[in-house]
């Protein structure tokens, strides 16, 4: 039996692929996996499931932003009504973490500290001399301080993205015991890897990275973690200063704890100091807001602030910035509203028209209009990229934008301003009615 098979097989004529055949076909085969087990092996598998029981705030479409270049933007040129213009709201922004990127929305509640959501974290380092040991006496390590740190002088933070998602009764995994429910939803955070300065091996990662969809490095926190959820991670409370203010304050990620993806944060941004991520706490006194805000006999209440500069809300006019825009020196890339940072963006009448307004009216809510924002550098940063222009807007804003004498040698571009009520609602679209106008003088911290 087995001759004759034997002697069959001789017998027809088979194809005989050449060897290189086989080893080619077993690597085609076995490569994808190979890359895969890669990228686990290298941890560069972060992409996350999409946060339970929640759903992503902000715009699903375009950004209200895509025509701000458009030529009727630049000044007073929509429907007027008895020669007045007509204002509205053409963009809404909340910054979730300070300096960083931001999240359009279509509407937003605000409180009395602003814009829900807005401002609620902030990245900080910690700042003193250095080297500090287990030596040092506990007087000198005392003189360390948490200091919040911008795009001011780390331009690349404009790079990390943020998410809010909140808790949304409609989604199938929706309960009220959910802890991403529990803590009021979850603050995603997306950051570009490493890929540069890491030698032979970082060329691998980034390339990987790129093939598998994983060039971003995701955090989850939850948005206003609860008691239990403070307890269970192990958040830290400590002072973070912040401008004059010293804000007792939640460390919800830190470099002293071993939090692996903040150190790939602190490595990406070029930070050497400890750095750590913190929330503004709810069980602690917040930031009052004085200055030339109104005081609580007018208002009623006591205006406060989570992680903003000076002021709960800023509004800027549309056409101010194109006006900025077009004087701009020659070369100078094209310049967004989003480069100054606005809650709320408004088009319908002239440039600088605001300079002026003490108190309006936005849908059916009232605002008080603060002061005037006086302008540091950050500006120049480019809100995509987080690169840094050498000279513009700030030369241009100095030229002929120093209008303020409560600090004549700044430029001022957008105003400040204070709720009327802890409880207010705003939406894309909603009418602007200038209800008092007057002078302005800025306070300096
Ligand atoms: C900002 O612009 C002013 C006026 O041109 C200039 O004197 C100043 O040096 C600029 N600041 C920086 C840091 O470029």
Redesign the pocket.
Known sequence: MSSQYLGLATHVPRFEPPLTTYIAVSIACILPALLWGLTHVLALHSRQDKPEGCRKLGLSGKSHLVDEHDDRYKGAVEGQQNGAATWRVKSLWIYPIKSCRGVEVERGTIIGTGMEYDRQFSFAQLSGKFPVSANTPQEEKAKHTWKFITQRSLPPMATIKTEVWVPDPSSPTYSGWHPNVRSGGVLVIKFPRIQSDEGFMGKVKGILALVFDQAEREIHIPFNPTPEQIAQNGYAVDDMEIWKDRPRSLIVASTEKDDLWIQELRSYLGITNHFALFRVSTDDQPREVYRCAPRKEELGYQPTIGFQDAYPLHILNLASVRDVGSKLQKGAPPLSARNFRPNIVITGGGAYDEDSWKRIKIGGYQYYVSCRTVRC?LP?VNPITGQRH??EP??T???FRCIDAGDAKNACLGMQMVPALEDSQMQVGDEIKVLETGEHLYMKQ
Do not use: F, P, T, W
């Open positions: 550098l120049n050498r000279s700030n030369r804003l100095k030229d």
